[in-house]
């Protein structure tokens, strides 16, 4: 069967969206309401992390968006080009800071957030002549849901759509519809455009009927492909994931075994491996495989992207790890 | 004498400017290119640092000045409150994040900085009426020169030092001028006038002839008391602080003997205590004393403000310490 998404050769894949630095509290608590242990800064941003497992597969990639003129936005961009990532349309915002994420890891798993990132330079971006060229070479779109908050990102998102289409690429999606982020009714109804121009759709759990707007497992996946998505593949975290075909094939993959250090960043590498493997050539059982170790490996080391892994890491991986059951 | 300073109780000293959170560097290296072992966030801003450790000795205390609606902005109003400062005037920015610094120190002594002021609450206030409340019942007013370079701190000050000069109230000024903040010529000007209208002038070295806009010491002295200053006091760090009033007298004070972990606050510190130990109605020589030992054990804690003592940890210090020779 051949893929239903363009191939490498056409063009880099491109990720349109926020680029952020993370510092990371030590310990486990409550919020930043004293001075405590913390680590960072670690390059970030869904969009960031997704572009840059890309890179280290090997396939072509390239990042749209902005950094602010400081040691933050260089801990990024320098991060992305030693990845393989092209950074030519990553601006650098003279005025606004690096965006910022603090995290805190709650007792109960959950997370406390000090954000800086609708008033830093992530926010701050739009459409240029480096981002036109760039686009006109684009084999690939990639748009995390996250971006659509953003209105710089959304008029690029749109134009971007439009132009890689008509010369052949194609478009992925991941809701990464994080419940901090609220969506008025314009941002909705963009975000419905987007799932239904999708050829890949990659949601994580609930995010699957959200996006489809209907309940239940079946329904939403029959709903999706008739609103004109081509594949699906559904993140589960250590539940595994799963390949949706339009002709009703399905490949359930197990998660592999991990001592999770930090699990940020895992559904952005999942995807970014996936894709990747899937404009490389591969089957959708052997990127369903790549996707799954890059998304485990990730979560074994600290740091949003720090455990992004390379092709030869992954099988490395694949080879020494085992699957739940 | 009398003191040339509005008694405290005529009503709270009141501080103008940035409120920050400052997260620091535990290693010694260049900046913030990689992902590294930090501490924060601490409570700081020169005015924050100077208002706290009025508060803590015990002086009538109040805050202009603004913070995010975030666990940043409650590290420093929780802070303040603790120390006794009024902070009915510190607004919450619903859109903006609290101001922050980053801090490293490098090897030969030097620091680099990631800073979010500019583009942060802490840039973002401006005359209101709870603001307007507590300058009318207020005694004095303290200027950092570095709240200049914002244009809301500007405006508030500009109308604060009228209101508390008319009331009997009087005026300490700062300096503060980090080789970081660019004054343009109108600020240059504000400046000029602020310095004339001090009844305290609170230099770091070089800031004296810069303030005095000669060169030479005594002929800075001499040209300040000519424009209208009454008293001066030279903070010359491990070198001591000198005493000049107007009349020609002088006093000079040794510094105290510390293990320096941390100089950030030092002379903002030391400011906040010799203005409030003068307020309190101290003698000059008292005062020197006092705002001597609270700039040095500032700096033997990490953290911009977390060495500022209460008058009875002073007291302590003052006797376990001993004079540089």
């Given at each position: 069967?051949?893929?239903?998404?363009?191939?490498?050769?056409?063009?880099?894949?491109?990720?349109?969206?926020?680029?952020?630095?993370?510092?990371?509290?030590?310990?486990?608590?409550?919020?930043?309401?004293?001075?405590?242990?913390?680590?960072?800064?670690?390059?970030?941003?869904?969009?960031?992390?997704?572009?840059?497992?890309?890179?280290?597969?090997?396939?072509?990639?390239?990042?749209?968006?902005?950094?602010?003129?400081?040691?933050?936005?260089?801990?990024?961009?320098?991060?992305?080009?030693?990845?393989?990532?092209?950074?030519?349309?990553?601006?650098?915002?003279?005025?606004?800071?690096?965006?910022?994420?603090?995290?805190?890891?709650?007792?109960?798993?959950?997370?406390?957030?000090?954000?800086?990132?609708?008033?830093?330079?992530a926010a701050r971006f739009g459409w240029s002549e480096l981002v036109g060229n760039l686009i006109d070479r684009s084999g690939h779109l990639h748009v995390?849901?996250?971006?659509?908050?953003?209105?710089?990102?959304?008029?690029?998102?749109?134009?971007?759509?439009?132009?890689?289409?008509?010369?052949?690429?194609?478009?992925?999606?991941?809701?990464?519809?994080?419940?901090?982020?609220?969506?008025?009714?314009?941002?909705?109804?963009?975000?419905?455009?987007?799932?239904?121009?999708?050829?890949?759709?990659?949601?994580?759990?609930?995010?699957?009927?959200?996006?489809?707007?209907?309940?239940?497992?079946?329904?939403?996946?029959?709903?999706?492909?008739?609103?004109?998505?081509?594949?699906?593949?559904?993140?589960?975290?250590?539940?595994?994931?799963?390949?949706?075909?339009?002709?009703?094939?399905?490949?359930?993959?197990?998660?592999?075994?991990?001592?999770?250090?930090?699990?940020?960043?895992?559904?952005?590498?999942?995807?970014?491996?996936?894709?990747?493997?899937?404009?490389?050539?591969?089957?959708?059982?052997?990127?369903?495989?790549?996707?799954?170790?890059?998304?485990?490996?990730?979560?074994?080391?600290?740091?949003?992207?720090?455990?992004?892994?390379?092709?030869?890491?992954?099988?490395?991986?694949?080879?020494?790890?085992?699957?739940?059951?």
């Amino acid at each position: 069967m051949a893929s239903i998404l363009a191939p490498d050769g056409l063009g880099p894949t491109v990720c349109v969206g926020e680029i952020l630095v993370e510092i990371v509290a030590t310990t486990v608590g409550d919020g930043f309401l004293e001075a405590q242990p913390l680590v960072g800064p670690f390059a970030s941003g869904a969009p960031a992390i997704f572009i840059s497992q890309c890179g280290r597969l090997g396939g072509k990639a390239a990042m749209v968006g902005a950094v602010g003129d400081d040691d933050f936005g260089r801990v990024n961009t320098d991060r992305l080009k030693r990845d393989g990532v092209d950074v030519s349309a990553i601006s650098i915002d003279p005025d606004y800071p690096t965006g910022s994420a603090f995290v805190r890891y709650r007792k109960d798993g959950s997370r406390d957030f000090v954000y800086n990132i609708a008033t830093s330079a992530a926010a701050r971006f739009g459409w240029s002549e480096l981002v036109g060229n760039l686009i006109d070479r684009s084999g690939h779109l990639h748009v995390m849901g996250s971006a659509l908050s953003v209105p710089s990102a959304r008029a690029v998102i749109d134009r971007a759509v439009d132009i890689v289409k008509a010369r052949g690429g194609t478009l992925s999606v991941d809701p990464n519809l994080r419940k901090e982020l609220k969506l008025d009714e314009d941002t909705e109804r963009r975000f419905s455009r987007l799932v239904a121009a999708a050829d890949l759709l990659l949601p994580s759990g609930e995010e699957l009927e959200r996006a489809a707007g209907v309940e239940g497992e079946a329904e939403a996946i029959r709903r999706l492909f008739e609103i004109g998505v081509k594949e699906i593949v559904l993140k589960r975290g250590a539940d595994g994931a799963t390949y949706f075909g339009s002709q009703g094939d399905r490949i359930d993959a197990r998660a592999f075994v991990v001592q999770e250090v930090d699990p940020t960043g895992a559904g952005d590498c999942f995807g970014g491996a996936y894709l990747t493997c899937r404009r490389l050539g591969m089957s959708p059982q052997q990127a369903l495989t790549y996707a799954s170790a890059a998304g485990a490996r990730n979560v074994t080391v600290l740091g949003p992207m720090e455990g992004a892994g390379t092709r030869q890491e992954l099988d490395a991986f694949i080879a020494s790890t085992e699957r739940r059951p």
